[in-house]
């Protein structure tokens, strides 16, 4: 009898973040390039926290830290009142709005990275499955004076897809991640379409982004 056998491979789901208060803490900014989208195309970011209660780090059942991520497009502007949604973010993140000259300054992603805030979040149902909730970001907002900053459990990280790209991206990337910068366009242009076609064809604006999947089209119609 031979050694070699086929077996089946068991994906294990990833537990839902509670639904509440928490002190959130920016653990990784991650670059995914150019990525097109039915009514155009746009540079984005994916920014993920890890999630904190009190003072303690907010913990799954199985001692793991809960993080919740999500898209942003490269745009800080305004346009007919609306500004857009990274502005937002960390104009709630910080407890103070930008101002025209320093919005378009713009700022730099990078030192987002460590940065804390408070957040609250929300059940909602899943697009996929209505029956079964979602977790998803509710709110952003300044940390009170008297809060303490989270003290960081996970490994930092910030990538950013250099000119040309590299060769093969970082591990500290979280994987889910990975298909998602192979498709796009800066990527695509060194290397090659994604030999996993699904990874060619997924589209980050399916969906709200939150424990790791897409955005809302929120801001696509503010121009800068």
């Known amino acids: 009898m031979g050694n070699l056998k086929a077996k089946a491979k068991t994906y294990e789901e990833r537990e839902i973040v509670p639904a509440g208060k928490f002190k959130a803490v920016v653990v990784g900014v991650c670059d995914i390039g150019t990525q097109q989208f039915k009514n ?5 970011i994916v920014v993920i926290w890890e999630l904190h209660k009190r003072s303690k780090p907010a913990l799954d059942s199985k001692g793991r830290i809960h993080t919740v991520s999500e898209f942003y497009s490269l745009k800080f502007g305004e346009y007919q009142g609306k500004k857009a949604k990274l502005r937002q973010m960390v104009e709630a993140m910080r407890g103070k709005a930008f101002t025209a000259a320093e919005a378009e300054d713009g700022i730099d ?34 940390l009170d004076e008297e809060d303490e900053k989270p003290e960081i459990v996970s490994d930092t990280f910030y990538f950013e897809i250099s000119s040309p790209p590299q060769a093969a991206i970082p591990s500290e990337v979280p994987t889910w991640l990975h298909k998602i910068i192979e ?6 242009k060194a290397h090659g379409e994604p030999k996993d076609k699904k990874a060619k064809d997924a589209n980050p604006l399916n969906g709200k982004a939150s424990t790791g999947g897409g955005d809302s089209d929120d801001d696509d119609d503010i121009p800068f």
């Open 40 to 44: 155009g195309s746009e540079r984005q």
């Open 109 to 142: 992603v990078e030192e987002l990275v460590e940065e804390a805030c408070g957040m609250q979040i929300q059940h909602v149902p899943s697009k996929k499955d209505k029956d079964k909730p979602w977790a998803e970001i509710g709110s952003i907002f300044v």
């Open 183 to 188: 498709k796009s366009d800066e990527w695509i």
